[in-house]
C-alpha cells in the first residue's frame, strides 16, 4: 500500500514530521518504540495504550477483534497517522489482515519472531515466550510450520509476565523467583536438544530482556522484533518520501484508554527509553 500524507493540519500542523501511530494494550509497545526511536530520529510518536482493555492475552478472540478494529478505526480517523504500528503479538496474529483491509495506511504487525530464531540457531532448539493466546493462535501454528518444521519448538505460555512487565515499568521490582519459575520448562531436563534462542513474542518481554537474562541458568539468545519493525518502518517513510529530521524537536503523546500511568518512575522509563519530549493523557476513549 501506498503511503501518503493525509492531514498535515490535524496531524500537529503543516510541518509535523512523520509520524507512527503504535498501539498496544499496555505498555509492552514501548518496547518496540525504543526500536523506532532510535533508528528512525525525527519521527513523531503517538502511542496508544488500551489499558481499558488490558490484558488482550486472556479475551476471547470474537471481543478482540471488533475492540481493536473499534478502537484503531477511531484513532485513525483522530490523528491521521502516516503509518500504523500494531506493537501486539496477541493482536497481529489476530487481526492484522481485518485492519490491512479497512484502513488506508500502511499497517506494520508485530508476529514472533519464529523465522530469525530458526535460521539462526545452532542446536535446533527454539524456545517461543509469549501470552497464552498468542502461543495457541493458528498464525503461530503456521510460522512454526513455514519457518521452523526442522527445529524443536518449545512454547511457553504467561500471562503473568505480562503483568509483572507491566508493574516493573510503574517501579515495581520484579521477583526473580517468579521469572525463573516462568521460564524452567526451556531449560527442563530430558530435552532431546536445548534451546539456544528464546523468541521473546510479547512485546512487554523486551522490557525485561536484562532480568530474564539474569534469571536463566545458561546463556541463551533472546529475539525480538523492535530493530526488524524499526526498519520497516524507515524504509516505508523512505518510499514514501518523508524525510526525517533528526535536528526536530518532536513532541510525542503517550495516550491510554483508561486510566494514564502517571509516575515518576513512569517517566524515568521513558526517558531510558527514548522519550524526551512526552505528553502523557488518560481515559481518551
Ligand atoms: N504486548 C502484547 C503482545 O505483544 C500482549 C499483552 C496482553 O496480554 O495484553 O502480545
Redesign the pocket.
Known amino acids: 500500500m501506498s503511503l501518503s500524507r493525509m492531514s498535515g493540519a490535524i496531524n500537529g500542523g503543516p510541518q509535523s514530521p512523520p509520524t507512527v501511530l503504535v498501539f498496544?494494550?499496555?505498555v509492552?509497545?514501548l518496547s518496540v518504540c525504543q526500536s523506532i526511536l532510535s533508528m528512525c530520529p525525527g519521527v513523531r510518536i503517538i502511542y496508544v495504550a488500551d489499558n481499558a482493555s488490558?490484558?488482550?492475552?486472556?479475551r476471547s478472540e470474537s471481543y478482540l477483534r471488533s475492540r481493536i478494529v473499534n478502537v484503531l478505526s477511531g484513532l485513525c480517523e483522530q490523528h491521521q497517522p502516516d503509518m500504523l504500528v500494531i506493537a501486539?503479538?496477541?493482536a497481529s496474529t489476530l487481526v492484522l489482515a481485518d485492519l490491512r483491509q479497512l484502513l488506508c495506511l500502511p499497517v506494520v504487525g508485530?508476529v514472533p519472531a519464529i523465522k530469525p530464531a530458526a535460521e539462526t540457531t545452532q542446536t535446533g532448539a527454539i524456545g517461543l515466550l509469549?501470552?497464552s493466546a498468542?502461543v495457541q493462535r493458528d498464525y503461530t501454528d503456521q510460522l512454526v510450520a513455514d519457518f521452523a518444521g526442522h527445529c524443536d519448538v518449545i512454547r511457553v505460555g504467561s500471562?503473568r509476565l505480562?503483568e509483572i512487565a507491566e508493574h516493573y515499568l510503574r517501579g515495581h521490582p520484579v521477583n526473580e523467583g517468579e521469572l525463573k519459575a516462568i521460564l524452567a520448562d526451556f531449560f527442563r531436563e530430558g530435552l532431546a536438544r536445548k534451546v539456544d534462542k528464546i523468541v521473546l513474542g510479547?512485546?512487554?518481554f523486551p522490557l525485561l530482556k536484562q532480568q530474564l537474562e539474569s534469571c536463566a541458568p545458561r546463556h541463551v539468545e533472546w529475539v525480538d522484533s523492535g530493530n526488524a519493525i524499526a526498519n520497516r518502518v524507515c524504509s516505508l517513510f523512505k518510499e514514501a518520501g518523508l524525510s526525517l529530521d533528526a535536528s526536530h524537536k518532536v513532541l510525542h503523546r503517550i495516550r491510554f484508554t483508561g486510566e494514564a500511568i502517571a509516575n515518576k518512575q513512569f517517566h524515568c522509563q521513558l526517558a531510558l527509553l527514548g522519550f524526551d519530549n512526552v505528553k502523557i493523557e488518560g481515559v481518551i476513549i
Do not use: E, R
Open positions: 498496544d494494550s499496555g509492552g509497545g488490558f490484558p488482550y492475552g486472556t501486539c503479538n496477541t508485530v509469549a501470552t498468542t500471562s505480562v510479547c512485546t512487554h
